[in-house]
């Protein structure tokens, strides 16, 4: 693996601009930071947000690259996943049910009005309001009062879609409440020991109030309290981003600005980055995988990102159940040769999984219980496919792998059923969908003929979002319909778990669950690929696969 | 002539709403649900998705879908993209770029692809017209991904001459790239016509007649042979606008510029139907202007040739 830790020593630098930066605070706009070296204006390849620029609407990359820059949150995420207080002075628990959130003083909105408690409830409340339908609102769903947000079962007509006219029983969650200007309570409808790791994400981001007169507007022109201000959005092209002289957190800006520059297509990104037009790509094309970390030299990074890509095992199709399907299930596993596809197929882009989350989450582990299913082991696959076959034959059907085939993923299922075939003697087949959402309508409606293709990115650094949502029993991204009540326990034990140390152990132990079910094989870990240009410093990819934008440098 | 214009003119609206329609019902029986697909894996919560299919009248019936797009026409209201922007702002925008990249495009082509194959045309066997007949085989067999990262590769990032890419600032210089790789095939054909068509030229009896005159060789190539070579060659210029606006998508991609192809491309991803098809739409009023002038420049070009 790669070092990814190019810690800096910025302590001392972020300390002097921080004075400069209070002495001109509410001096109006301009560029410089406090350090005539570092003025330049750093270039980043991204593309066209798809949604207004809402925190709450903010579902995918491109955007959240301006939300997570224009915003502050209660806490922020380092390169690490660590999770530090911004806004927050405190955020405390005695049953991990009731939060109680305490604000520091001084902070402000770029338009001048102040974050207050109430800033947050009304964002929140605004994020979890079915009617407001924000792509984020289930992020909402742990707090008190959520159900009171969203519209009944017989305000909606048959297919799902609420009557005209109605609306749900109240506007704000009754978990909410602003106590006074800086203290912020929030009641959870059960203990969620990670909540607070939740609160860097998007959705828990504040607004002013002028977001509340005119949404539409403020989709155009947000106006936040992080580190940059939003300058120009010229769509489909550049989104300028400037430091905001009002930010009152560590995230101190070290560059003149960001632009991101809009791209279609990451070759054309990496050509530039390549020629110098550009100082940051954060996505290498898979025609570079061979050739980058070679002509970028130590401007490359290539590193495990919070993305774990799995093939899924739906409990409805016949040959995966009970004692025969738990040992098909181990024998697949078994014939995958996971270093080889991501060596080959990959170049190394993807490392191979040892568990359910990834190596950039708190409590990853490569030594869990169980996890040996996950060793290339043909012999032993045989071995298990024939004891499978001894209990209840498989047939002539081949194995199908489902996936969308307008990304490439042929590319991998190919080599990994020639895999299956060559070990277990039987046919697999990639059963493609043209597009991604058919291949999401196939799966939602459980109409997969086999194993289906799953890929999972986190929104926070925390384990529970990789298990969870996707193995809980009826969770929302539960589409295999796997359900296992010792599972669910060690989970809720975990939520309730107040030493965070305590709570990783629980989270291993319910790994060794999956292990032994087998609900989904994971395959490999999503690595970040990226590169900078000789312009600019002080480049460090976060867990999230995004750069720190923030403290680049680059002399002009 | 006003007469002929303006019948032709009407003919645009059957080929308007027939072309709507065909658009719509292709995209409406695109399969898969667009919704679904926009908050990527997970997919986004289910009251959110429904009153998404409420805004965009996804839950109703194909006609009526339809109907609601004309009446977005004839009121200039479009509605909204997935993303939230007026349609008309999102259409508005990459026509100009792609205008001008196949202007561009279609300028180089002709000049080169005109001034090469006449010089090829009379001089038929020579050195010359051989070589550039085997270059212009070359240029048709390559395709435009092949040419255009080549071209990025070399004479953008190792060579500096011009910009790798046109999408931050798409002015002349960082375009003329683009267009070069987009007018090469048509280029090729372009010069194939002039040649085969001034070969058949030089040696009919008006050249003869005109030579016999005793008109200079400069007149009787420009006012004789070229003139009258140029008709086939207008024909396929007329419909290469067409394939110039639409065809670019390719191009537009390896440079990133956001043109018609592009917007249209991932509008077909997304399954937004409204801005396929209205972009669409205007590809093919494109066409249907291109192939109106065409025909005006025959009259022009051949006097034999008259509208009433």
Known sequence: ?556 | MLWYLGRRLLQVIPVFLGATLLLYALVFLRPGDPVAGLGGERGLPEAVQQQIRAQFHLDQPFFVQYLYYLKGIFTFDLGDTFTGRPVAEVVVEALPITFQLALMALAIETIFGIGFGLFAGMRKGKFFDSSVLVLSLLLIALPTFVTGLVLQIVVGVRLDWLPVTAGRDPDFISLLMPAVVLATTSFAQILRLTRTSVIENVTADFVRTARAKGLSRDKVTSRHVLRNSLIPVVTFIGVDLGNLMTGSIVVEGIFNIRGVGGTLFEAIQRGESVTIVTMSTVIVLVYIVANLLVDLLYAVLDPRIRYA
């Open chain 1, 1 to 556: 693996m790669t070092p990814r830790k190019r810690l800096v020593g910025l302590g001392a630098f972020a300390l002097a601009s921080s004075l400069v930066l209070t002495a001109c605070g509410g001096g109006g706009g301009g560029d410089d930071t406090g350090d005539g070296n570092s003025t330049g204006i750093v270039t980043v390849g991204n593309g066209e947000p798809q949604n207004p620029i809402i925190p709450t609407m903010t579902n995918e990359t491109f955007g959240s690259k301006v939300t997570s820059n224009v915003f502050a949150g209660l806490v922020y995420y380092d390169a690490e996943g660590v999770v530090h207080n911004e806004v927050a002075e405190s955020i405390e628990s005695e049953d991990n049910k009731v939060w109680t959130i305490t604000l520091k003083d001084g902070w402000t909105f770029s338009d001048g009005t102040p974050v207050t408690a109430q800033s947050f409830v009304d964002a929140w409340n605004y994020g979890a309001y079915a009617p407001n339908a924000q792509n984020l609102s289930y992020f909402f769903e742990p707090i008190e009062g959520f159900t009171d947000v969203q519209f009944a079962e017989d305000q909606l007509d048959k297919d799902g879609a609420p009557k005209e006219g109605e609306v749900p029983a109240s506007e704000t969650m009754s978990g909410l409440e602003a106590v006074s200007e800086t203290e912020l309570q929030v009641t959870l409808a059960q203990p969620e020991s990670d909540f607070p790791l939740r609160l860097g994400y998007s959705a828990f981001y504040p607004l002013p109030e002028s977001f509340h007169d005119d949404p539409e507007a403020f989709g155009e022109e947000p106006i936040g309290n992080g580190p940059y201000v939003l300058d120009t959005w010229e769509h489909n092209r550049l989104i300028e981003l400037r430091p905001n002289d009002s930010y009152a957190g560590e995230r101190e800006v070290q560059n003149g600005g960001v632009d991101l520059v809009a791209y279609t297509d990451e070759d054309s990104a990496y050509n530039d980055l390549l020629d110098g037009n550009l100082d940051i790509v954060t996505n290498v094309p898979a025609s570079a995988f061979g050739t980058f970390e070679e002509e970028l030299g130590d401007r490359a990074v290539n590193q495990p990102a919070a993305v774990i890509q799995v093939i899924n095992v739906p409990e409805y199709v016949e040959g995966f159940q009970g004692e025969a399907g738990l040992l098909r299930r181990q024998a697949i596993s078994m014939a995958i040769d996971r270093d080889q596809v991501t060596e080959t197929v990959f170049s190394g882009s993807r490392t191979p999984a040892t568990d359910f989350t990834s190596p950039v989450i708190n409590g990853w582990s490569d030594d869990l219980e169980g996890n040996e299913v996950l060793d290339y082991n043909p012999e032993e696959a045989k071995r298990l496919w024939d004891e499978a076959e001894a209990i209840e034959p498989w047939g002539d059907e081949p194995l199908y792998i489902a996936s969308n085939a307008d990304s490439d993923h042929q590319s991998w299922i190919d080599p990994t059923c020639n895999g299956i075939r060559d070990t277990l003697g039987i046919d697999c087949e990639f059963d493609a969908y043209p597009t991604f959402d058919e291949f999401l309508d196939a799966r939602d409606n459980e109409q997969i003929k086999g194993l289906f293709r799953g890929g999972w990115q986190a929104d926070y650094p925390a384990m529970s979002n990789f298990l969870g949502p996707i193995y809980g029993t009826g969770a929302g991204s539960n589409d295999m319909g796997y359900s296992s009540e010792e599972f669910d326990a060690k989970l809720d034990e975990a939520a309730g778990e107040s030493d965070p140390d305590a709570a990783i152990e629980l989270y291993k132990e319910a790994q060794t669950i999956l292990f032994q079910d087998l609900p989904g094989i994971p395959l490999w870990y999503n690595n970040a690929t990226g590169g900078w240009s000789e312009a600019v410093d002080n480049v460090v990819f976060g867990w999230d696969s995004d750069p720190l934008l923030y403290q680049v440098t680059k002399s002009e």
